[in-house]
């Protein structure tokens, strides 16, 4: 089917930041998703916190609008869209590998267990929408194909934005059409051989899957997809219907500037980058979890190993190279206080080899005439061994006594700082005093 777009309108889209996508007019039969209600934001970030990252290393790359895959192998893949451009590179940055896509073009990919990518093209470009590729460039096969002009329609019909990949194979792919005023959107699930299992979606979707631009696959056949436009990340179920969403247009804790990158990692947490220079972590439920601050002020993609201790973040023409620390993260909303101490439930992840050892300290926003300031309440150590979980006693201060015996709960912010590289964690939590 030819695209009532030129590529050269494809590329003033992609310059702008975001993954082409074409529009025409469909009639093809799949099941539209339900305008099902999606999880609001929370008024309050929970006080729950994902282990800290430590900056190991940072390599430049030459592209533009470019995206970021890491394979099981561990080798890290940047690709640039147009001209298309595929390069391979070793976990630590050594270049590997770097040929021209067969097609042309490079919008977005993935790599399967094997080390194939498997790389989208664009309809007047590639019979079929998905190209795999061996590591060293040759085409090994393709799948789910284009409709042609005038119909019937294929599999594909729009340009798709985004290939994600599970750990057996399956494949999700989106097309959406990212020109104003247009509401083409679909997700559809591919098997391993390339079958397509099913396709949702609509010509007049807008709203919940308006602007699709990156999908990633979770847990149980589930699906992750941002939505840059309504700046959440919509949840698919594993029969490809809308089950929920998080996040809203801010940029605060929880809230997105245009989510346009994001990732699932083998701990089952999810990294979204907004076009900042932050990336957050939210569990699968959406729950937010942590916020890491780059170098880079425009984050593009994010990607983790396989095993989930390496965090890779593209943007700024550099790929920035994390590994997760002994950050300790906060189990629970609650801090209970008796007397002139305070009980922390700390939480240790198991990738954290050299234990979580670092400083807690709680905060309370006071009045102070016209402004508000942070005032310590409560702080002290913690020390827990690699996979632990335990409660730790912090001190509190004269202030945190003071407070606590005008009220019995006190809203607190709780700061995590690790001894040794990472991040300071950052959560909301309550400071509760113990009934007599």
Not at 95 to 109: R, W
Not at 276 to 289: I, K, M, N, P, S
Not at 332 to 352: D, F, H, Q, R, S
Not at 429 to 436: H, M, N, P, Q, T
Request: charged share 20%.
């Amino acid at each position: 089917m030819t695209s009532p777009t030129s590529t050269a309108g494809r590329v003033g889209v992609l310059a702008a930041g975001a993954s082409a996508a074409l529009a025409m007019t469909l009639s093809a039969v799949v099941t539209p998703v339900p305008a099902q209600a999606v999880v609001p934001a929370a008024a309050e970030v929970p006080a729950r916190a994902a282990a800290g990252w430590r900056l190991v290393g940072a390599w430049d790359v030459a592209a533009w609008s470019p995206r970021l895959a890491v394979s099981p192998t561990g080798d890290v893949w940047v690709s640039q869209p147009y001209p298309g451009r595929l390069v391979r590179y070793s976990a630590a940055g050594a270049q590997l590998a770097s040929f021209p896509a067969p097609s042309g073009v490079a919008p977005a990919m993935d790599v399967d267990a094997a080390g194939n990518v498997h790389l989208v093209g664009w309809n007047d470009e590639a019979t079929d929408a998905v190209q795999v590729l061996s590591p060293g460039g040759a085409v090994v096969r393709s799948y789910a194909p284009f409709g042609p002009a005038g119909g019937p329609h294929g599999d594909v019909d729009l340009d798709p934005t985004d290939i994600g990949l599970d750990p057996a194979g399956n494949a999700f792919l989106v097309e959406s059409d990212l020109r104003a005023g247009w509401h083409d959107e679909f997700l559809a699930k591919y098997d391993a051989t390339g079958h397509r299992l099913w396709k949702r979606g609509s010509t007049t979707a807008g709203g919940i899957m308006a602007e699709q631009t990156e999908v990633v696959a979770g847990a149980g056949g589930t699906s992750y997809v941002a939505s840059p436009a309504a700046d959440r990340i919509v949840v698919h179920d594993a029969s490809g219907n809308v089950a929920g969403g998080f996040g809203q247009l801010g940029g605060e804790p929880g809230r997105f500037s245009t989510p346009v990158g994001l990732a699932f990692s083998p701990s089952g947490t999810i990294a979204v980058v907004d076009g900042t220079d932050r990336v957050q972590e939210f569990a699968a439920d959406g729950t937010y979890l942590a916020t890491l601050v780059t170098p880079h002020g425009d984050n593009d993609d994010v990607d983790f190993s396989a095993d989930g201790s390496t965090m890779y973040v593209l943007g700024d023409g550099q790929v920035l190279r994390y590994q997760r620390t002994g950050g300790a993260g906060v189990v629970g909303k609650k801090v209970k206080a008796a007397g002139k101490k305070a009980t922390l439930k700390l939480t240790c992840p198991a990738t954290a080899v050299s234990g979580c050892v670092g400083k807690a300290r709680l905060q309370q926003k006071v009045r102070k005439g016209r402004k508000k300031v942070e005032v310590t309440v409560a702080r002290g150590a913690y020390a827990l061994p690699a996979g632990a979980s335990a409660k730790v006693k912090v001190r509190l201060t004269k202030a945190g006594r003071a407070a606590l015996r005008g009220r019995r709960v006190v809203k607190v912010t709780i700061t995590l700082s690790p001894q040794v590289g990472g991040q300071p964690v950052t959560v909301k939590g309550k400071l509760v005093r113990r009934k007599r």
